[in-house]
Structure formats: C-alpha cells, structure tokens
C-alpha cells in the first residue's frame, strides 16, 4: 500500500486548507485511514481518523468543530478540511492507514505516507 498526501501549505490564523490523501495498491473495506501531525520538537500525534467501510469518525479534541474527515471511496482517498486554523496546527501532517482499526495511535498505524507542511502564521 502507497499513501500519497497534498495538499499542505502556508495559511494566515482562521484560515483553510484541505488536504488530501490517496491510497493505491491493496487496500480493504475494513481499513481505516487518518492524519497525524508533528510539530517542531515535538511527538506524532493523532487528528482524525476515519474507517472505511462505516464512515465512523474519531478526532482528537484540537480537531473537534474546526477539522473534518471525509472519504472518497471511488478514488480511495480520504480528505481532512480544516478551518480556524490556528498558529499551534503548524506542523508536518502525515496520512496513515490501519489495517485493524480502530486505533489512534501513531504506533499502530501500518502505512504511512510523506508528510505535508501546514503553516499558520498569525
């Protein structure tokens, strides 16, 4: 399995970005996928995940009423919008697939996909 993220870059506070995450090889019903972020410094941490087959979304609570994860099943990709961005979203966003979800922790991730740059300056 290959994840292809996009969809990073530099955004004022309160502003928006989408990002975007393609899997392509063999993938399953029963996966699930999601982001994480690291900061300068700081460790991976969990935003949102979404399961595949049932749509069920978990968010971290610095996610909850300003991030949204969605997925395409046709294209097999899985999106995350964000808005209100603020200065302390600024990091390296990570798409990631769990074979056995769910979980939320980085280490139980199974594939992971290059990380993206998300700037927000205030």
């Known amino acids: 399995v290959q994840l292809q993220a996009s969809g990073g870059g530099s955004v004022q506070a309160g502003g928006s970005l989408r990002l975007s995450c393609a899997a392509s090889g063999r993938t399953s019903s029963s996966y699930a996928m999601g982001w994480f972020r690291q900061a300068p410094g700081k460790v991976r941490e969990f935003v949102a995940i979404?399961?595949?087959?049932?749509?069920?979304?978990y968010y971290a609570d610095s996610a909850k009423g300003r991030f949204t994860i969605s997925r395409d099943n046709a294209k097999n990709t899985v999106y995350l919008q964000m808005n209100s961005l603020k200065p302390e979203d600024t990091a390296v966003y990570y798409c990631?697939?769990?074979?056995?979800?769910?979980?939320?922790?980085?280490?139980?991730?199974?594939?992971w996909g290059k990380g993206t740059l998300v700037t927000v300056s205030s």
């Open positions: 979404i399961r595949w087959s049932t749509g069920t979304t």
């Open positions: 990631a697939l769990d074979r056995n979800p769910p979980d939320t922790s980085p280490d139980a991730m199974d594939y």
